[in-house]
């Protein structure tokens, strides 16, 4: 494994409440668990790291509490910086409430991270695979910075996951980023608001699996049977993990395969940032084969 990971999204804390139900307006509600956790784009790295891959996180990160709590994170995946914390402004929190039949509502506090002037200083290599969120397409100083800087790559294999609010792109900033992807990565609904793919794709589509469409050729791509306990960044799982084996010179078909197995995993555990590391998947791939 030559290149890295360089991730331009955007790296959060996830406040995340479990309660019995949403409250009415105006009232309230006790939750039965609270958590602070990392999330947004730490997911991917994380998942991405932890299957041997080198990362960068070319987002921005605040100074305050929030951003020491996600720089000592990404620290502990052996994540590496571009930049220096955004003097006089936070990383953003979002707020999850959780209630009893595990549906998830969220409320985005957005902070540094929605902020990034821009990535000049980020010069990813011909072998790195750059890594693209739709979420960065919904920040204006986000977007105007990748836009910026998207086209003059040196050949890196750019990598896009649109994201659940695909929708609300703005059609021209959409346009101009799916003309720099080689791959894209995203579920059947994303891929049902987007109409037309790219000639590289994966679909994912929960337990079932995805699927490879490559220049006109479709390909399923089976799942793995588990018993899930929380599907919540089994998405990000993939994409990360499907990252770090194009990087040790799989094949798209290979690094499906791999992806669809760690997302497996991940959703055995509670939690968004439950990637495994390659020993487990190595074991579900022996027990249930390709």
Known sequence: MTGRLVHTGQVVLDLVLAVPALPPRGGDVLASSTNLLPGGGFNVMAAAARSGAR??????????????LARTALAAEDVELAHEPTPGMDTGV??????AAGERTFATGTGAEGRLTSLDRVRPEKDDVVYVTGYSLLHEANRSALLAWLPRLPGSTVLFDPGPLVAEIDPGALRATLSTVDILSCNTREADVLGELPPVAVVRDGAKGCQVHEHGRTTDVPGFAVDAVDTN????THCGVL????LRGSTLLDAAVRANAAAALSVTRPGPATAPDR????????????
């Not at 990362?55 to 951003?67: D, K």
């Not at 990252?243 to 194009?246: I, S, V």
């Not at 020993?279 to 390709?290: M, V």
């Open 279 to 290: 020993a487990p998947i190595d074991r579900l791939l022996t027990r249930d084969g390709p």
């Open 94 to 99: 979002v707020v999850v409430l959780v209630d």
């Open 233 to 236: 960044g089994a998405g990000d």
């Open 55 to 68: 990362v960068l996180y070319a987002g921005s990160h605040g100074t305050g509490g929030f951003g020491d």
């Open 243 to 246: 990252a770090a084996e194009l």
